[in-house]
T-cell receptor, first 119, second 112 residues
Framework: GAVVSQHPSWVICKSGTSVKIECRSL??????MFWYRQFPKQSLMLMAT?????????EQGVEKDKFLINHASLTLSTLTVTSAHPEDSSFYIC???????????????FGPGTRLTVL | KQEVTQIPAALSVPEGENLVLNCSFT??????LQWFRQDPGKGLTSLLL?????REQTSGRLNASLDKSSGRSTLYIAASQPGDSATYLC???????????FGQGTTLQVKP
């Protein structure tokens, strides 16, 4: 089956530092990847849509200069939280939509998530 | 703006019981609706996907229905098992973009 990995699975950093989270589709190519964040006991909120070879599309209220997204290849998207603060502590989850015929945008495979804690 | 609500927020049942999880939404102009399962600290697993033109989907002990006119979907779990314990999320696809709007989830505990 289609597998999406995230690295790291958890990270603790000091306030003011930057953290990069990787999202990889292991056995398929993904033109489109999505980044979500989830606060404790809350639902997933879409942050941005990442398209290979082009700029990401951010949802309203998400600071694009703070959450940098790079989708440099069909199997890798990265999310960099710049100058992280304690309020950025959250669970970040990515999903990937397979490219090619036969796959509508309905099909998304989710990564296992990355737990970010900013001290 | 589409809003998705799931009731109840938490549910505890004895093993073997049949149960229904509810999802309601405010805008009936949806592209599709999906039910996901999330285990603690983990990502999401898609359970069932219902297209806008469909009324229900079934997979094993799971059955999901969709009533766009009333803005509701239900996930029916038959003969619940302890392994079904997880958080169940419904999510609406609002267009052919892949974007999903999630409800807050129902956390299910099935007691042996």
């Amino acid at each position: 089956g289609a597998v999406v990995s995230q690295h790291p699975s958890w990270v603790i950093c000091k306030s003011g530092t930057s953290v990069k989270i990787e999202c990889r589709s292991l056995d398929f190519q993904a033109t489109t990847m999505f980044w979500y964040r989830q606060f404790p006991k809350q639902s997933l909120m879409l942050m941005a849509t990442s398209n290979e070879g082009s700029k990401a599309t951010y949802e309203q209220g998400v600071e694009k200069d703070k959450f940098l997204i790079n989708h440099a290849s069909l199997t890798l998207s990265t999310l960099t939280v710049t100058s992280a603060h304690p309020e950025d502590s959250s669970f970040y989850i990515c999903s990937a939509s397979p490219s090619g015929s036969g796959f509508g945008t309905d099909t998304q495979y989710f990564g296992p998530g990355t737990r970010l804690t900013v001290l | 703006k589409q809003e998705v609500t799931q009731i109840p927020a938490a549910l505890s049942v004895p093993e073997g019981e049949n149960l229904v999880l509810n999802c309601s939404f405010t805008d009936s102009a949806i592209y599709n609706l999906q039910w996901f399962r999330q285990d603690p600290g983990k990502g999401l697993t898609s359970l069932l996907l219902i297209q806008s033109s469909q009324r229900e989907q079934t997979s094993g002990r799971l059955n999901a229905s969709l009533d766009k006119s009333s803005g509701r979907s239900t996930l029916y779990i038959a003969a619940s098992q302890p392994g079904d314990s997880a958080t169940y999320l419904c999510a609406l696809g609002s267009g052919n973009t892949g974007k999903l709007i999630f409800g807050q989830g129902t956390t299910l505990q099935v007691k042996p």
